[in-house]
Structures are given as C-alpha cells and as structure tokens.
T-cell receptor
Framework: DTGVSQDPRHKITKRGQNVTFRCDPI?????LYWYRQTLGQGPEFLTY????????KSRLLSDRFSAERPKGSFSTLEIQRTEQGDSAMYLC????????????FGPGTRLTVL | DAKTTQPNSMESNEEEPVHLPCNHS???????IHWYRQLPSQGPEYVIH???SNVNNRMASLAIAEDRKSSTLILHRATLRDAAVYYC???????????FGPGTRLSVLP
C-alpha cells in the first residue's frame, strides 16, 4: 500500500472557476477527512466521512464547497466559483474507526486562485 | 474540547537529543495524545501516539506525565531531516477529527 494519494498536486485557476480534487485513502480505512491549510497555519478541519456517509462539516465549509465519497472509497472535494481566499493547501487523511483513530495524510493539493 | 499548548519554536544541534513539550491540561481520560510533523510543502506525517504509558517507535519516544496533563516528544538524535513543524494533537468530537494548533517549529543546526 502506498498510502493516501491526492490528485492533482497543484492547481492554478482563475477566480470564478470550479475546481475538483480527488483523494484516494489507504484501502482498508473507512474514515476519510478533508482539511485546509493556509500559509503559516496548522491544518483546519473541513469535513469527514465514515464509509460513504458525510458525518460532520465544519463551518469553514461554505455552500460553494461540496465533498462526496460515493462508494466509500475515494473522495472528491469540489469548490464552485472559486475566490482568491480559497487559495490554500487542501489535505486529505484517512483512518480506521478504532480507538486511536490515527490519521494518515496525503501530500495535499495546492490551490492557487488568480 | 481538549486544547494543547506548545512553544512556537525550538532549536537543536545535529545529533543531539531534542525534547519537544506539550501541555494539555484539559485532557479527558480517554483522549489519545497524537504527534505529527510537517515538512515544508508536504502533508503532516504521523510520528507517535499514546494514552498513558510511555511509547517508543523507530522515529521517536513519547513520555506522558503521570497526570496526563503534559507530554514530551523525544527525538533521540536530531538530524537535519527532522527540521519540521511538530504538532501535538488531542482528538475532538470523540476522536473524529483533529484540531491542529500552530505547533513547534524545530530548527536543527549542523
């Protein structure tokens, strides 16, 4: 197993465009998380799934953001009508739903909105 | 929600031990203490976790105070590759997500 993968690694877009990111978790992990990280800050939680169910969404996740995990495997995060303030690193993590809930992170997708 | 406090930055010389402290005075009895580190332009990397007893793995050791209100991540011999931001994290919402603080930026001097 190669760990959590994310695609693309970098995305540059113009303001107002829609973007979609993909995350492939570690295969046996049933929990999947999305975080956002801006320069100089720690990652901020956005949302998480247990299998295909989206169980929690942060207040940071505005109506322009939507995440899916249709078959309980990979997940997508879409941002509609991007704004310059959306520029950040978007991180995905996965974990087993056990007592420790140790999360393993992917390399992230760096989004730049011009 | 359990909260952690870490120094903003620390320095170490190469090949010397490093002790990174974390205070978590509001920890609950079932909270695991997790440590991650993040190198520039990479995702956070799992380092170690523990509940009550001290823990060792190939990367580091975790020393947990008897009252569990503080812990220390120990890198036994710092290398230049250990220069990173180190995060001490307690789970939020029954372990279903993490709340990252600003962490400790570790610089390793050759």
């Amino acid at each position: 197993d190669t760990g959590v993968s994310q695609d693309p690694r970098h995305k540059i877009t113009k303001r107002g465009q829609n973007v979609t990111f993909r995350c492939d978790p570690i295969s046996e992990h049933n929990r999947l998380y999305w975080y956002r990280q801006t320069l100089g800050q720690g990652p901020e939680f956005l949302t998480y799934f247990q299998n295909e169910a989206q169980l929690e969404k942060s207040r940071l996740l505005s109506d322009r953001f939507s995440a899916e995990r249709p078959k309980g495997s990979f997940s997508t995060l879409e941002i509609q009508r991007t704004e310059q303030g959306d520029s950040a690193m978007y991180l995905c993590a996965s974990s087993l739903a056990d007592s420790t809930d140790t999360q393993y992170f992917g390399p992230g997708t760096r989004l730049t909105v011009l | 929600d359990a909260k952690t406090t870490q120094p903003n930055s620390m320095e170490s010389n190469e090949e010397e031990p490093v002790h990174l402290p974390c205070n978590h005075s509001t920890i609950s009895g079932t909270d695991y203490i997790h440590w991650y580190r993040q190198l520039p332009s990479q995702g956070p990397e799992y380092v170690i976790h523990g509940l009550t007893s001290n823990v060792n793995n190939r990367m580091a050791s975790l020393a947990i105070a008897e009252d569990r209100k503080s812990s220390t991540l120990i890198l036994h011999r710092a290398t230049l590759r250990d220069a990173a931001v180190y995060y001490c994290i307690l789970p939020y919402n029954y372990g279903q997500n993490f709340v990252f603080g600003p962490g400790t930026r570790l610089s390793v001097l050759p």
